[in-house]
């Protein structure tokens, strides 16, 4: 299986920061990597797709790049409401794998 | 509007089978993917399995391969996970989210979850 190794796994920002989330594929997945948030007790909401296409009604400040085996997701200037949890997973090949989740903290 | 409306919470003992589902609404159910994914109390997500409705082709992790059984009815555009004989380690949240080729096979809609709890 395709492992993926999210990092850092914690981070502590503040209104206004521009934060970096990374992940690393154990083989190349082309481009097949989505980023998703998720907020304490709901389900998780799909921000980036194909690794770099922000999905229709997230807002312009997440953005995502990389291919092969490494990932990037960017949001340019932290709002309140981006304090949450951030996952990436490889859809490129089953069984499909998240990565271990980023907890972005205050 | 596209809907995937999961059952509610379920508290089993352990031994017992379960049945959960994921109805879905507003777009057509045999040309995406329902795929069912796990959060266990405090932890990040797992990909258990997915279901093609269309034809029925299922792919499941090795992880749940054998664990659980994933399905579906065509006639009420409804997905399912299932248990024959639970665990207390199957107390988790539960996840359906539908996903197709059309945005690179991300998952785009999801369920609200269904809280599983298993208990002596």
Redesign the interface.
């Known amino acids: 299986a395709i492992q993926m190794t999210q990092s850092p796994s914690s981070l502590s920002a503040s209104v206004g920061d521009r934060v970096t989330i990374t992940c690393r594929a154990s083989q190349g997945i082309r481009n097949d990597l989505g980023w998703y948030q998720q907020k304490p007790g709901k389900a998780p909401n799909l921000l980036i797709y194909a690794a770099s296409t922000l999905q229709s009604g997230v807002p312009s400040r997440f953005s995502g790049s990389g291919s092969g085996t490494d990932f990037t997701l960017t949001i340019s200037s932290l709002q309140p409401e981006d304090f949450a949890t951030y996952y990436c997973l490889q859809d490129y090949d089953y069984p499909y794998t998240f990565g271990q989740g980023t907890k972005l903290e205050i | 509007e596209v809907h995937l409306v999961q059952s509610g919470a379920e508290l089993k003992k352990p031994g017992e089978s379960l049945k959960i589902s994921c109805k879905t609404s507003g777009y057509i159910f045999t040309i995406y993917w329902i795929?069912w994914?796990r959060q266990m109390p405090g932890k990040?997500?797992?990909?258990m399995g997915?279901f093609y409705p269309g034809d029925s082709d299922t792919?499941?992790?090795?992880?749940f391969q054998g664990q659980v059984t994933i399905s579906a009815d065509k006639s009420v555009t409804t997905a399912y996970l299932q248990w024959s004989s639970l665990k207390a380690s199957d107390t988790a949240k539960y996840?359906c989210?539908r996903?197709s080729e059309v945005?690179?096979?991300?998952?785009?809609i999801?369920?609200?979850?269904t809280m599983v709890t298993v208990s002596s």
Not at chain 2, 110 to 113: D, M, R, S
């Open positions: 795929a994914v990040g997500l797992e990909w997915s792919t499941y992790s090795p992880s996840y989210a996903h945005l690179g096979n991300a998952f785009d999801w369920g609200q979850g």
